[in-house]
């Protein structure tokens, strides 16, 4: 998959098939609209384009970044794209130059003048340009015109692309992993900078790689402890995970700490990557550092056991 992110400087595609979206996840639904876009790309022999707008048009309109949490950063979402076969993504800076072009300029002066498409793809409620003036209508009138097929992306489909993404970020945020990785059709995972703690976890057996998120746009799943799988350094391991603040030693700051299963190496400064499998408990506050201890040794056991799959 070649990358674009400078929009005047793409390559003459040949047959290009084209879909715009977010596609924040890659999910479940999106990998519908992704199959439909490699179908029609097969058939008239053709390129797959996915334009994709970075930073998320939400953050530019609502003027409120930090509200703002994602499922993926911008690298996860080329990753995942990636694995699905896409020909070409295009990376556009939806700026405010860009979400005040006019309806007709975008579908003339972007789509058509940059891409020249054999066919676009799009959903029969897409709306795009100022104020949201274009629609499918619209699309398909300047197809004609210009010369390119406009296909529909069915009523259905899209449907379950915005249930998704809600849902998803719902169910991240609420500790249900289950929902989330069933709709996302993978773990929801994200990358962490190991840095340092108070140094206590190895005082009582347990390790925890300390982790910090670099992207503040990429949302957090829920306080509570996870059995999950981390990437590092090209090996899968598994272990556990703690998110909160954690009461037992009167913490006050949020963090992120995950213990490896069978392992003893100093990672600091390491980016690892977490995949979230399993939820397992509530953060709880214990009496003292021998019985949170105990409830480690049963987290891990848990962890193991569902994990035994993977
Ligand atoms: C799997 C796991 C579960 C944890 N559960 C809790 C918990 O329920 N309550 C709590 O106060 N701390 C919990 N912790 C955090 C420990 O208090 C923390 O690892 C310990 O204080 C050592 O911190 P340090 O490595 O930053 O020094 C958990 C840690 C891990 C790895
Ligand atoms: N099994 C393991 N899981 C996580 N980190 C480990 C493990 N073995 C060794 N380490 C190293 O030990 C550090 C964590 O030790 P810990 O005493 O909890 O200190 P800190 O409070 O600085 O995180 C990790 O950052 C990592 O470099």
């Known amino acids: 998959m070649q990358v674009h992110k400078d929009i005047t400087q793409l390559p003459a595609f040949k047959n290009a098939v084209v879909t715009t979206g977010t596609f924040d996840g890659v ?19 053709g390129e797959t384009v996915i334009i994709t707008f970075h930073p998320h048009p939400r953050t530019v309109v609502k003027h409120n970044p930090s509200a703002v ?4 950063t911008l690298d ?44 676009v793809i799009i959903g029969y409620d897409h709306r795009f340009g100022k104020n949201r003036q274009g629609d499918y209508h619209l ?6 015109e210009l010369g390119f097929v406009v296909k529909e992306i ?7 692309v915005a249930i998704s993404s809600t849902r998803i970020r719902e169910a991240i945020a609420h500790n249900d992993v289950i929902t989330a990785n069933y709709c996302l059709g ?22 925890t790689a300390n982790l910090r998120i670099q992207q503040e746009e990429k949302l957090v799943p829920g306080n509570g402890v996870y059995a999950v799988t981390i990437n590092i350094a090209g090996e899968i391991l598994k272990g556990m995970m703690n998110i909160g603040v954690r009461p037992t030693v009167n913490g006050v ?24 499998h399993h939820y397992l408990r509530g953060e709880q506050k214990f009496n003292g550092l021998d019985a949170l ?8 056991s848990q962890a193991i056991e569902l994990l035994q799959p993977l």
Do not use: C
Not at 33 to 39: E, F, T
Not at 69 to 72: G, M, P, Q, S, V
Not at 267 to 273: A, E, M, P
């Open 27 to 45: 999910h479940t639904g999106h990998q519908q609209i992704i199959a439909q876009l490699k179908a029609e790309a097969d058939r008239v022999n």
């Open 69 to 72: 949490h994602l499922l993926n």
């Open 76 to 119: 996860e979402k080329i990753w995942l794209l990636r694995q699905k076969g896409i020909d070409h993504l295009v990376v556009v800076p939806f700026n405010e130059a860009f979400s005040n072009l006019s309806a007709h300029d975008y579908i003339h002066d972007f789509l058509y003048t940059r891409f020249r498409p054999h066919t």
């Open 139 to 144: 699309m398909e009138q300047k197809g004609v």
């Open 154 to 160: 069915p009523e259905q489909v899209l449907n379950e």
């Open 186 to 207: 993978y773990p929801y995972f994200f990358e962490g900078l190991v840095v340092e703690g108070n140094r206590l976890g190895r005082t009582i057996g347990y390790p």
């Open 253 to 276: 700051n949020r963090t992120i700490e995950v213990n490896i299963f069978d392992f003893d190496k100093d990672i600091y400064g390491q980016v690892l990557r977490i995949n979230v």
């Open 293 to 300: 201890k105990e409830q480690l040794a049963h987290d891990r």
